[in-house]
């Protein structure tokens, strides 16, 4: 990182802690910086050697906020807001339910001036975009602010990317994209291990990455992540739908989709009883392409994301123990999914990598396949980095290093080539090890939830985690616990 970046991310960071003195959290600033960012990019834009021409009313522009001080500038940017709320395209998706959070105009001037003495456009997209993410990902280590809930660990990210190998001039999807980080890193990857031509790089950057997220300010943080890294233009179409994924089937199909459907079991929607009461229902998503019907949010997104694939598709996503093992429909989706596509690959997760505590879950590889007589998956190997393993969020979290062995046995390049380090006899430790078809189906409910290492953990007393791990550990199955308590209780409508 050269002197003059480094600068400008102690410049950007400099305003956190004073704002949040006076209840500014880091999401409300990563708001209000994306609000303001986005007019001084788009006044440069509009500047010489660009000259373009932006859909931005003059009396709404980056220069009329910096002549503007005190009660003057408040009531303006207020103004503001509102009216490019209204705007179409990108524009009106960045200020799409936009408020202002800094009630200091003095601090609220400050900020403009910090990014009014910048020019952003002669930036390179990685260096306006590091400056980003580290706040994307500051704001996922507040608690108080949820945000950590569509924030994926980027080093698993980076790892399901690099086994998937996504190709150029193909496109990428992702049903529940939060903050983009998978279009990141598909980006990165492409970027990084081909010669782009012209025309690949164009539909790089236009034509590539489709996603949905329901929530506006996340949706808001996804454009303004995705438009700093070079992906999308200021005046270009939106490609990241309001659009509740699940309602409908996708209208085109993609060659990847990469994903982390968000946690928590049920769908819901709220409604008002006859008292005028507001209550919650659970929402089914009554789909003719569906194997099976149900409100299970994650088994409704294993099902979509089969639906979204070309008949050479591949598909790369995150979801949570219960739908790997779960009876009824989860059995249904499960053995519909062997079915109709090759599900080769489960890498199972440590607790202690996700801002959601207790999460235990797995990233689940499978290939589409067109209609088939007989089951497409084979076989499915299992890499176990779960058992025995302790990670958390500050002391030891997740980095791409650790899950380099798992690239290296995934095979990326050649599949075939594929062989078990697990052998009962002489390494009865390893962790990569493959099950037939029929062993699969063999088992209760068709469950893919497979281990088979010893738990060392209270075995060995001598050699127990230290006793923060220990304490994390604990919470994390409390607070698991908790949450199945509470899936218990909603099913049965007891209030």
Request: hydrophobic fraction near 35%; include cysteine.
């Amino acid at each position: 990182m050269s002197n003059n970046t480094s600068s400008i991310v102690s410049k950007v960071w400099s305003f956190c802690n004073p704002l949040r003195d006076v209840g500014v959290g880091y999401g409300d600033y990563l708001e209000q910086l994306t609000y303001l960012l986005f007019l001084k990019m788009a006044d440069e834009y509009s500047k010489p050697p660009h000259n373009r021409k932006l859909n931005i009313p003059k009396a709404y522009n980056w220069e009329s906020l910096t002549n503007k001080k005190g009660a003057e500038l408040e009531l303006h940017y207020a103004t503001l807001l509102r009216e490019l709320s209204t705007a179409k395209g990108i524009l009106g998706q960045i200020f799409t339910k936009s408020q202002n959070k800094i009630q200091d105009p003095a601090m609220l001037a400050k900020i403009i001036d910090m990014i009014n003495s910048e020019q952003w456009l002669v930036l390179g997209a990685d260096v306006k975009g590091d400056i980003y993410e580290g706040l994307l990902a500051k704001n996922a280590e507040d608690v108080k602010s949820g945000a950590g809930q569509y924030f994926t660990p980027r080093p698993l990210i980076r790892a399901m990317v690099e086994c998937v190998q996504p190709k150029s001039m193909h496109t990428i999807a992702d049903p529940s994209c939060g903050t983009g980080g998978f279009f990141l890193a598909a980006y990165d990857y492409l970027v990084q291990n081909n010669k782009l031509d012209k025309n690949e790089n164009k539909f790089l950057k236009n034509h590539t990455f489709f996603g949905n997220e329901i929530v506006a300010g996340t949706r808001r943080l996804a454009l303004m992540n995705l438009f700093l890294h070079n992906i999308g233009d200021i005046d270009g179409d939106n490609f990241i739908s309001p659009a509740d994924a699940l309602i409908a089937a996708s209208p085109i199909t993609y060659d990847y989709v990469l994903a982390n459907p968000p946690f928590g079991k049920k769908s819901s929607q709220t409604f008002t009883n006859d008292e005028g009461e507001q209550e919650k229902d659970d929402l089914t998503y009554n789909r003719q392409d569906f194997w099976a019907t149900t409100s299970n949010k994650q088994l409704n997104f294993v099902q979509h994301i089969r639906s979204m694939l070309k008949t050479t598709g591949m598909a790369a996503v995150v979801l949570p123990d219960n739908v790997l093992f779960e009876g009824g429909v989860g059995e249904t989706v499960r053995k519909k999914l062997l079915e109709t596509t090759d599900l080769h690959t489960i890498l199972r997760l440590p607790t202690g990598i996700f801002y959601a505590q207790g999460v235990k879950a797995n990233v689940v590889f499978f290939d589409n396949k067109p209609a088939n007589k007989k089951p497409w998956t084979k076989e499915i190997w299992v890499y176990d980095y779960r058992t025995n393993i302790h990670h958390t969020l500050k002391k030891n979290p997740l980095n791409i290093e650790v899950l380099k062995d798992f690239i290296a046995c995934y095979k990326p390049d050649n599949r075939n080539k594929r062989k078990e380090t697990y052998n009962e006899d002489t390494n009865p430790e390893g962790r990569w090890r493959k099950f037939s078809y029929d062993e699969i189906i063999a088992r209760d409910k068709t469950s893919l939830d497979i281990s088979w290492l010893k738990d060392k953990s209270l075995a060995d007393l001598d050699n127990l985690p230290d006793p923060d791990v220990l304490a994390e550990n604990i919470i994390e199955n409390l607070e698991a616990g908790l949450a199945n308590f509470r899936e218990i209780i909603l099913s049965l409508n007891i209030k």
